[in-house]
């Protein structure tokens, strides 16, 4: 699968007018492939952006165009409808991040402040847990889990973990709404679960390009220890941890398990 990474923002540049310039950028995950392109502010359309994807793809046009700003995301969906190619909403832009840094541009989004999950998917309980990064894979790979998400990039193998290095996890207990907040979860696209220290202290759920939610607040000191432990865990996990869903304690079924890891 040919897969690109896009952005498209205003630049620090300007023309010789003194307009603002918008740059379009696109490379492929190892940027053995890089195209750039600029136009005044002005010309920055989504017909612009299908004209510069066309040329930059020639004759075979990527399958995916993955995109990590949500001001560029319109404009190269609507390029991608235009041409046929699917656009994914991701954070794990890693190549483009790397190459919008080396040119001096930041890549630190603003975000909202984190908003309570709904109440209708509350879970009845939660708890700190931690596994083997040598026994994820074959913990849970083989399970009939309704929505797995283990991506090949975040294998414990693939980061260059020790099999040994406990790596830190959430479970929910669920009940009855077990699956129904497992989908929401999966539709929310998650792709961290942060401690937050506060009053309560939280843990809020990173998702989609800037989204945010509160999974759930706590003042026990007891687990607030048990959270700081978890982020130091995650330290020295290369930030892999993971989130599990499920019905009840017993062990026997599962609604959803993500692996995630801290940006």
């Known amino acids: 699968m040919k897969i690109w990474q896009a952005d498209f923002y205003r630049s620090l540049q300007q023309d010789k007018l003194g307009q603002v310039l918008w740059e379009l950028l696109i490379c492929d995950a190892n940027r053995s492939f890089e195209y750039i392109a600029n136009c005044p502010q002005s010309a920055a359309n989504s017909s612009w952006v299908t004209?510069?994807?066309?040329?930059?793809?020639?004759e075979e046009f990527p399958d995916v165009i993955q995109v990590f700003r949500p001001q560029s995301l319109s404009l190269i969906e609507t390029a991608g409808r235009n041409l046929g190619i699917a656009v994914e909403p991701?954070?794990?832009?890693f190549a483009l991040k790397q190459w919008l840094q080396d040119k001096q541009y930041s890549v630190v989004l603003e975000k909202p402040a984190p908003i309570p999950l709904p109440e209708n998917l509350w879970?009845?309980?939660?708890?700190?847990?931690?596994?083997?990064?040598?026994?994820?894979?074959?913990?849970?790979?083989?399970?009939?889990?309704?929505?797995?998400?283990?991506?090949?990039?975040?294998?414990?193998?693939?980061?260059g973990l020790?099999?040994?290095?406990?790596?830190?996890?959430?479970?929910?207990?669920?009940?009855?709404?077990?699956?129904?907040?497992?989908?929401?979860?999966?539709?929310?696209h998650p792709v961290a679960l942060n401690y937050i220290a506060g009053a309560p202290d939280g843990l809020i759920l990173e998702a989609g390009l800037v989204d945010r939610w509160v999974l759930a607040t706590f003042e026990d000191s007891e687990v607030a220890a048990a959270a700081k432990l978890y982020?130091?865990?995650?330290?020295?996990?290369?930030?892999?941890?993971?989130?599990?869903?499920?019905?009840?304690?017993?062990?026997m079924t599962?609604?959803?398990?993500?692996?995630?890891?801290?940006?």
């Open 123 to 159: 879970g009845e309980q939660w708890r700190f847990v931690s596994l083997a990064a040598g026994n994820l894979a074959t913990e849970f790979s083989d399970r009939p889990i309704p929505i797995l998400s283990m991506p090949e990039f975040l294998q414990p193998i693939n980061l």
């Open 254 to 263: 599962y609604s959803g398990f993500w692996l995630l890891q801290t940006e």
């Open 90 to 93: 991701t954070r794990r832009t």
């Open 51 to 58: 004209t510069q994807i066309q040329q930059a793809a020639g």
């Open 231 to 251: 982020e130091q865990r995650k330290q020295q996990s290369r930030g892999l941890h993971f989130l599990i869903i499920q019905p009840d304690d017993s062990g």
């Open 162 to 188: 020790s099999s040994t290095v406990p790596v830190p996890g959430v479970v929910i207990y669920g009940g009855r709404q077990s699956m129904r907040l497992a989908r929401w979860v999966a539709v929310a």
